[in-house]
């Protein structure tokens, strides 16, 4: 079946493949969202589980995000037409002071790959451009990583600032220092000590 | 028993020896320190003596038997001169940016530096320093950057890490003179006179690489450092994390034992996963983590330590060092709280009964 191909080539890290493969589809006059939800995402959340028991590390990861993203890059103007929604529209970034961009990539790929739009505001960002990112896109979610135990009360000001705002956006944070009683205490909206979790958080959030 | 030094402290407990008391070791202090000690990050970086300074008074203030010291990835080697990006964020520690290492042809401009210069050079003074002043009394121990920590500033860490599957030749032509490098770092850091270095593959821990990967592709070139700086004289500490090549139980041992060390979900059970593992040159760790240390309180600190003391000391018949990982504060007043947080753990250490 074609979109378990797709699956494989995701696996695969065959980056050339997908692309072929999703063409071809299209071609045939395959529904896109089934390509995006039954090829895309389902590799996705196979990579996640297979991270999650330890099968792969984040190398793996990496590459199967890459992969997956030369995939999107064919679906995403096909699906526009379509008029078809994005699971969510998420703006992520790590807080200011802080340079650290490995987690905050993987999980903006992790969420890329479950189908959500990601804004991705890079490293260093300041509380405000969360806040103007977040009004001038309408997201649906606020994500902040923050890798130093020195740049975690960024996490806990932004918050406080966006609630301050009425921001509206579900607010989930993480990163190596981040505990769930922290995310608690702050009324962050969500918490994952890894990418993967961040996918069923973000989910969870959107599902109300 | 007649009070130790530090340094005997520390010798006899990763002996599986009984000393004095249990040694205190801290892996990394730097934000603390200048919080605590009333120093700008530019003036840690850039000034030898109050580097020195700072350094020598939190080790003999705190009581750190083992001190890792001196820390922050730009000083150890990978700086500017290197043609490495770092950017500094107020006044912050500065971070990694971007590195010189986009193809194959910018691997015949990176060359072994004819001697040390910038931040390195900086490192390398307050190495010398602090082994003159407290080098006898106290166990020092400094990073010096193993070839695959190196290769990460030079190209990126996602690229590099991408390239341990996907482009494995190329891996290992810049591995190679990655190599060089540290075992440059090395002879430079040993030359200081500190002896108790250690080579410090910093970006692999075992969710990073598959421990076979590691094994296989990098493992032979921390071999091969070891091997040019004489065997015995930079532990390879952190690869007791990717247990031994082909044996999955020794993996899953050495995965413990990184939770162990880094006192991920602290707990008596991630100690018990870990019992039948070891870092070289190092005692059994009962660690608190960086992110406990802050967020939790002196007596919930001290209630967990007497927990994992009890079990490792009178259950396991073994000398653990009390680890606090990461030492780290924002501000003056967290710096103070912290102090409050590491005196109480002295003041448990003092008073347990070996």
Not at chain 2, 176 to 188: A, E
Not at chain 2, 212 to 233: N, S, Y
């Amino acid at each position: 079946m074609p979109v378990e191909d797709i699956i494989k080539a995701v696996l695969d890290f065959n980056e050339a493949q997908v692309v072929d493969l999703i063409n071809s589809e299209l071609d045939r006059g395959a529904e896109v969202t089934s390509l995006l939800n039954g090829g895309l995402i389902a590799a996705m959340d196979e990579v996640g589980r297979r991270f999650s028991s330890g099968e792969l590390f984040v190398p793996e990861m990496l590459l199967a995000a890459q992969t997956m993203k030369a995939g999107l890059g064919v679906i995403k103007p096909v699906l526009s037409k379509t008029g078809a929604k994005p699971k969510g529209l998420v703006v992520i970034g790590t807080v200011q002071g802080d340079l650290h961009d490995i987690g905050k990539n993987l999980v903006s790929m992790m969420l890329e790959g479950a189908g959500f739009t990601v804004i991705d505001l890079g490293v260093d960002v300041a509380g405000e451009t969360f806040v103007k990112s977040v009004q001038d896109s309408k997201a649906d979610l606020v994500a902040m990583s923050a890798l130093l135990t020195t740049t975690m009360p960024a996490l806990e000001a932004n918050v406080a600032l966006f609630k301050k705002l009425g921001l509206g956006a579900g607010v989930l944070v993480g990163g190596a220092p981040v505990t769930r009683a922290f995310a608690d205490k702050i009324g962050a909206d969500g918490f994952s000590e890894d990418a993967v979790g961040a996918v069923e958080v973000a989910r969870r959030l959107m599902a109300g | 028993m007649n009070q130790m030094t530090p340094r005997e402290r520390v010798a006899l407990a990763t002996r599986g020896q009984k000393p004095d008391k249990l040694p205190i070791m801290v892996a990394n202090s730097n934000t603390f320190i200048c919080q605590y000690y009333g120093m700008s990050v530019e003036e840690f970086l850039t000034d030898p003596q109050l580097c020195t300074e700072g350094n020598i008074k939190f080790t003999r203030e705190f009581a750190v038997d083992y001190n890792l010291c001196v820390n922050g990835y730009i000083l150890y080697g990978c700086g500017p001169e290197l043609g490495v990006e770092w950017k500094f964020v107020g006044d912050n520690f500065p971070g990694f940016v971007n590195g010189p290492l986009k193809s194959e042809e910018d691997l015949s401009r990176i060359e072994v530096p004819s001697e040390p210069s910038g931040y390195f050079k900086q490192y390398l003074e307050v190495m010398r320093r602090l082994n003159q002043a407290i080098g006898q009394e106290y166990h020092l121990s400094v990073s010096i950057l193993g070839p695959f920590a190196v290769a990460c500033f030079l190209r990126g860490i996602e690229e590099a890490l991408k390239d341990t599957l996907v482009n494995r030749d190329f891996a290992r032509k810049y591995l190679k003179v990655c190599t060089d490098l540290s075992v440059y770092f090395g002879k430079q850091i040993l030359a200081t006179g500190l002896g108790n270095p250690i080579l410090n593959e910093i970006f692999l821990t075992p969710q990073m690489i598959r421990p076979d990967v590691f094994h296989e592709l990098i493992a032979p070139f921390d071999q091969e450092v070891q091997r040019r700086l004489e065997p015995g004289k930079a532990p390879n500490s952190l690869a007791a994390f990717m247990g031994q090549p082909h044996d999955p139980e020794s993996q899953k041992g050495g995965a413990s034992l990184y939770k162990a060390f880094f006192g991920v979900g602290e707990s008596i059970e991630s100690i018990k996963a870990a019992i039948n593992f070891r870092l070289p040159g190092m005692p059994f760790p009962a660690s608190i983590s960086g992110r406990a240390l802050n967020s939790w309180s002196s007596r919930e600190i001290v209630d967990y330590l007497k927990e994992a003391l009890d079990f490792l000391v009178k259950g396991q018949g073994l000398y653990p060092s009390i680890t606090l990982v990461s030492v780290q504060a924002e501000s003056r007043e967290n710096a103070l709280d912290i102090a409050e947080k590491m005196n109480a753990v002295k003041a448990l250490r003092d008073e347990y009964e070996l």
